[in-house]
């Protein structure tokens, strides 16, 4: 197994990388791969959902890269989604030295990572991001699908408002022009990428709405996806098992944990071209 952590240079973000190399006499196919993206409202990154999910989708025959994206003051200017497109971009470029399929790289993020999951799929072709990626061939940035874990996603009256804070270094209150643009639901079109995602209907943290919201956007859009509304649940779950509750036993919520099974149907059974 290859295990490192890179920079993605020019930032200061960090990949690490868990990938299952072509050994030579095994002949297995090259593998799909998934981009963690953990969550902490881009004030900080939640152990919680990285390795005990990058874990999961080892165990299911997948590569796996873990983004550690700048949070706070390293949050404003487009930079995690620069970083996320530098991670895609990673990925792809070192398919053939990992064993990877680039036709299938997913995104997969939590809470705010879940922002930066959905903008990696949803606005992955602004211009302010190509100058980052070189003369590397339009769309290597773009995911083949996104995985949006009770995901951030609108600015506006459903918003979780320390986020948005921290990608514009102000204070907002959700009339602010500049949401506009970090408002997932307001960008997607043909441009954007299939979707799965998991929402709890009790999440006081980042309510359902969101979830709802970039559904039906991407209804309106023709943009395939799956959706999954759980009943109950805190916000933050990440497994919603023991392994990751960290004490806590209102984020062990059994009706919950299936998510990350459905999720990795979700990718394996997905073939290109489709959408």
């Known amino acids: 197994m290859i295990y ?64 550690r994206y700048t949070v706070g003051e390293g949050a404003q200017n487009d930079q995690p989604l620069i970083q996320v497109s530098l991670a895609i971009k990673y990925v792809r470029e070192h398919a053939e030295e990992h064993h990877t399929d680039p036709r299938y790289v997913y995104t997969c993020g939590f809470s705010a990572g879940g922002h930066l999951a959905g903008a990696a799929g949803t606005l992955w072709n602004l211009p302010q991001i190509k100058p980052y990626l070189g003369d590397a061939p339009e769309g290597i940035n773009r995911p083949t699908g996104m995985i949006l874990s009770y995901p951030v996603i609108s600015g506006g009256q459903y918003a979780h408002r320390g986020s948005f804070n921290y990608l514009l270094g102000m204070k907002t209150t959700g009339d602010e022009p500049e949401l506009d643009a970090l408002s997932l639901e307001k960008h997607v079109g043909p ?21 709802l919201l970039m559904a039906e956007a991407m209804t309106a859009a023709g943009i395939p996806y799956e959706l999954h509304i759980y009943p109950d649940g805190p916000h933050g779950l990440s497994l919603a098992d023991a392994e990751t509750d960290n004490g806590n036993q209102s984020r062990n919520v059994p ?21």
């Open 4 to 67: 490192e952590t890179i920079t993605l240079n020019p930032t200061p973000a960090t990949l690490t990388v868990y990938a299952f190399p072509d050994l030579g006499d095994t002949a297995t196919a090259p593998r799909r791969a998934v981009v963690i993206c953990p969550g902490g409202g881009y004030r900080f990154l939640s152990e919680r959902e990285a390795e005990p999910i990058a874990k999961r989708f080892m165990a299911a025959g997948m590569n796996v890269y873990i983004l």
């Open 255 to 275: 009706h919950v944990q299936d998510w990350i099974n459905l999720a990795i149907k979700w990718v394996m059974d997905f073939h290109y071209g489709e959408a």
């Open 191 to 211: 441009h954007t990428c299939p979707a799965f995602i998991w929402h709890t209907f009790t999440d006081k943290t980042v309510p359902v709405q969101n979830a």
